[in-house]
């Protein structure tokens, strides 16, 4: 059944549809409720325990909701960033470590990243030596990168409809997977771009974690129009098994982020308005940063697996 976005999302520019769906991974319709903020349920699927929103923006619509608007949210604990750009050198030192996890795995080789937002994580490789290709469907962020940052190969749309020439010794998705409509066939796409002995790094969030299940309903990263799946670290493993992957690593460490105290304050209101309201004239923290890894995140190192007719090394 299709209906609109309205009233309960007021950071949305313009209406939105949204649509019923069920399972994608197993395609089971019975769910039990893990959270529930009208018109919105995260639904734990009774087959596969694989975690869902429903309903949420059709794909149709999907590329809508990443306009500029995201990266310029005035309601970023439900939606996007406040002044993502703006928090460059802070991105810069948490995709420092995100690079430092990419190395331990490969030392060198060509780069693609799937969601390359403004660059920052790129431009870090891009300064190790990597060779670096990105794919990004929101144009201005990826015209940031470009005019700011000097990376010329960046793709603008969706990654099917974009040409890529691989192999790729690296592909790497930051907080991405849980956003497409289809992380199957993006998978299954990525596999067909990887190298035989390359690795696919993903982070995303786990909905099992200890803070996930203590926070509830609260979570802050339950964003319902933009994160439509959950992850564990079992079913992605099974998501990966579909798409012949295998992990490697899977581990929290450095998965967090440098951030603000601005981003801090910002986020308080999703856990306490009276909190939020005591800390809003502390506006000097704007100028404070700090590390945060709430363990609530994972990052998978993945490896393909071989396939008939494949080449061994």
């Known amino acids: 059944m299709a209906r609109q976005t309205t009233g309960p999302l007021p950071y949305l520019r313009d209406e939105l549809p949204l649509e019923d769906v069920h399972c994608c991974m197993c395609g089971t319709v019975e769910y039990d409720v893990v959270s529930s903020a009208p018109p919105f349920t995260v639904a734990r699927c009774c087959g596969c325990e694989f975690v869902y929103v429903t309903p949420r923006v059709p794909e149709s619509h999907l590329h809508l909701v990443y306009a500029w608007d995201y990266y310029e949210s005035d309601h970023a604990g439900d939606y996007g960033y406040d002044g993502y750009l703006e928090d460059g050198a802070l991105h810069v030192r948490t995709f420092a470590k995100k690079a430092d996890f990419v190395e331990r795995h490969k030392k060198s080789g060509r780069v693609l990243e799937i969601g390359s937002a403004g660059g920052f994580f790129l431009n870090e490789m891009k300064r190790r030596g990597f060779e670096v290709e990105g794919v990004e469907i929101s144009e201005k962020a990826a015209q940031f990168s470009r005019d700011h940052l000097g990376l010329t190969n960046i793709h603008c749309g969706r990654l099917e409809d974009v040409t890529l020439e691989g192999p790729f010794d690296v592909i790497a998705m930051w907080d991405v997977i849980e956003h497409v409509s289809d ?29 996930a299940k203590l ?12 994160h439509i799946y959950h992850f564990s670290p079992k079913t992605f493993a099974s998501t990966l098994g579909k ?24 986020r308080m209101r999703r856990f306490s308005r009276t909190v939020h309201f005591c800390l809003t004239p502390f506006r000097f923290l704007d100028k404070m940063s700090f590390y945060v890894n709430l363990r ?11 396939q008939k007719g494949e080449d061994k090394q």
């Open 183 to 211: 992380p199957v066939a993006i998978l299954r796409h990525l596999r067909s771009l990887i190298a035989r002995d390359g690795i696919l790094v993903v982070q995303t969030q786990n909905i099992d974690s200890f803070v």
């Open 243 to 266: 798409c012949d992957f295998q992990i490697a690593e899977l581990t929290a460490r450095g998965a967090g982020k440098y951030i603000s105290g601005k981003f801090f304050i910002d």
């Open 215 to 226: 926070l509830g309903q609260r979570w802050h990263h339950f964003k319902h129009v933009e």
């Open 296 to 306: 609530d995140e994972f990052i998978v190192a993945a490896i393909p697996t071989a």
